[in-house]
């Protein structure tokens, strides 16, 4: 048995619901302080009582952002407060005590993607906490065709691919509920 499509979003949001602490919050940044920064992201970089040393910075594509004093500095894959130290430990020669900020205010690299036999394949972001289950709720839930114990999600770490099974209607029985993963960025969903 399938559920509906509209069943597959109200499930989604309510999980997003029941656990706001995983959720992002307004500002754009993760409620977890352990949000890892990725390219396309935009941060706001500031020094207090220091105008000229404020900034928003968007993360490029190799990785880096680009300060005053400081020049380029590797932000992707780093915390905000590993960022924060990196640009506070360059700074430091300019300036002799600087009380620095670092924060995201926008998200622009958490995307995952679903291919295949849904009813809206693409790409989605992810802004909190998502699952298997979930992600195929926001593409629309599988259409009729589907091979529902056939699908595959590939995520690649370290330039290396790995490919995990998930079996719909295992998981909607309450059977294998361990196929049900937390989603990463870049994560691709296939749905033959």
């Avoid at 291919?115 to 629309?140: D, E, H, K, S, W």
């Avoid at 370290?158 to 909607?172: A, E, H, L, P």
Wanted: net charge neutral; proline share 5%.
């Amino acid at each position: 048995m399938r559920i509906g499509t509209y069943g597959m979003a109200v499930l989604a949001l309510a999980a997003c619901i029941l656990s706001p602490l995983t959720c992002v919050s307004g500002a754009g940044e993760p409620a977890s302080s352990e949000y890892i920064i990725g390219e396309g992201d935009v941060l706001a970089i500031s020094i207090w009582k220091d105008e000229n040393l404020t900034r928003e910075v968007v993360v490029l594509p190799d990785g880096t952002i680009s300060f005053p004093l400081v020049g380029r500095v590797v932000a992707e894959g780093k915390t905000i407060s590993s960022l924060k130290t990196d640009i506070e430990d360059k700074i430091r020669r300019y300036v002799p005590h600087p009380v620095l900020n670092v924060e995201v205010k926008n998200v622009n690299s958490m995307y995952i993607y679903v291919i295949g036999r849904v009813n809206n394949p693409g790409r989605y972001i992810l802004n909190c906490n998502t699952n298997v289950l979930q992600a195929l709720a926001m593409a629309g839930g599988l259409n009729p065709f589907a091979d529902d114990n056939n699908i595959k999600i590939i995520r690649t770490m370290n330039g290396r691919s790995s490919m995990t099974w998930f079996r719909y209607n295992d998981i909607v029985k309450g059977k294998r509920l361990e196929q049900n993963i937390i989603l990463e960025r870049g994560d691709v969903i296939v749905v033959p």
